[in-house]
């Protein structure tokens, strides 16, 4: 079993950036994620990285202003978000596959989940 943990998170103003992290990213695993839940809603992937070929894929609010990336040599799952603003609040929770499918960009692609570091951006 494997335990993935965030930290990063934490309250910003409009404009600011912060730089999320998820360990182990381990190279066994297929494909990794970040989704964004907020109260009330579902879960909804914001990102996600082919392990390996560090191919990457955006959704909605993430593209163009964010960026996922894999610290190959120490294992660590990145998510850097430049421009924050209100509506990005939220928990940001870490996910990984440990077969390709095609549900990359869904929570049914994922076994592994991380308990999430919470991102509340002020006006």
């Known amino acids: 079993q494997v335990q993935l943990k965030e930290s990063g998170g934490g309250s910003v103003q409009a404009g600011e950036s912060l730089r999320l992290s998820c360990t182990p990213a381990?190279?066994?695993?297929?494909?990794m994620g970040w989704f964004r839940q907020a109260p009330g809603e579902e879960r909804k992937a914001v990102a996600a990285?082919?392990?390996?070929?560090?191919?990457?894929s955006y959704l909605g609010r993430a593209e163009g202003r964010w960026t996922i990336s894999r610290d190959h040599a120490r294992n660590i799952l990145h998510l850097q978000m430049n421009n924050l603003q209100p509506g990005d609040t939220g928990n940001y929770i870490c996910?990984?596959?440990?077969?390709?499918?095609?549900?990359?960009?869904?929570?049914?692609?994922?076994?592994?989940w991380g308990q999430g570091t919470q991102v509340t951006v002020s006006s």
């Open positions: 996910a990984a596959a440990i077969r390709f499918g095609e549900a990359f960009l869904e929570a049914r692609g994922y076994y592994y």
């Open positions: 381990l190279s066994t695993f297929k494909y």
């Open positions: 990285l082919v392990i390996g070929s560090d191919v990457t």
